[in-house]
């Protein structure tokens, strides 16, 4: 079955960039969607954005400056990258599929706890 | 952005129970809404997409109904296994927003 797997440093200096890659597994990356979800320590849920594997993309506007994603069909894999981080973005990460714009993420990825600190 | 409130924020119950979570949003969102599971430590767990379909594989005991501006998620049967935190969430518009959680611990 398909499967998800979050991967990136667990570690980024405040100002720097987070980058994270997802690895789908057990299926392929084209004709789905792709989101990239967190969630602080201890607080709910927070929607990064999506990426279609045509590249087509929404950004939440509160990171919209901030972010960009990739989607890269060759690996199987899609990508985050989030700039000029502070304390505030560490979270854990979770990446997730969807079948169409307007569906709810039914395949999630096991997450991936990343802190920002000197 | 479409504003999501979750009650109760938590709630005590007993296996065997029946337990209710209501999600209010704060425009018609249609049923364009899903409610997750989430253990902890673990990543959430699709349950209910537009509102009242059962996600496959997920048990008969949990049932969603509501349209429009208000929702609710039913466990009908507490198992030991459903204590865990609950969210719904929107898809009907950008940004796609979720509750704060609804926290069910055992009594």
Not at chain 1, 49 to 73: C, E, H, I, Q
Not at chain 1, 75 to 96: M, P
Request: proline content about 4%; some cysteine.
């Amino acid at each position: 079955q398909v499967q998800l797997q979050e991967s990136g440093p667990g570690l980024v200096k405040p100002s720097e960039t987070l980058s994270l890659t997802c690895t789908v597994s057990g299926g392929y990356i084209r004709s789905y969607y792709w989101t990239w979800i967190r969630q602080p320590p201890g607080k709910g849920l927070e929607w990064i954005g999506y990426m279609f594997y045509s590249g087509s993309a929404n950004y939440n506007p509160s990171l919209k400056s901030r972010v960009t994603m990739s989607v890269d069909t060759s690996r199987n894999q899609f990508s985050l990258n989030l700039s000029s981080v502070t304390a505030a973005d560490t979270a854990v990460y979770y990446c997730a599929r969807h079948i169409g714009e307007f569906e709810a993420f039914e395949i999630w990825g096991q997450g991936t706890m990343v802190t920002v600190s000197s | 952005a479409i504003w999501m409130t979750q009650s109760p924020s938590s709630l005590s119950a007993s296996t065997g129970d029946r337990v209710t979570i209501a999600c209010r949003t704060s425009q018609d969102i249609s049923t364009y809404l899903a409610w997750y599971q989430q253990k902890p430590g673990k990543a959430p767990k699709l349950l209910i997409y537009t509102a009242s379909t059962l996600q496959s594989g997920v048990p008969s005991r949990f049932s969603g109904s509501g349209s429009g501006t208000d929702f609710t998620l039913t466990i009908s049967g507490l198992q030991y296994e459903d204590f865990a935190s609950y969210y719904c969430q929107q898809y009907y518009s950008y940004p796609r927003t979720f509750g704060q959680g609804t926290k069910v611990e055992i009594k």
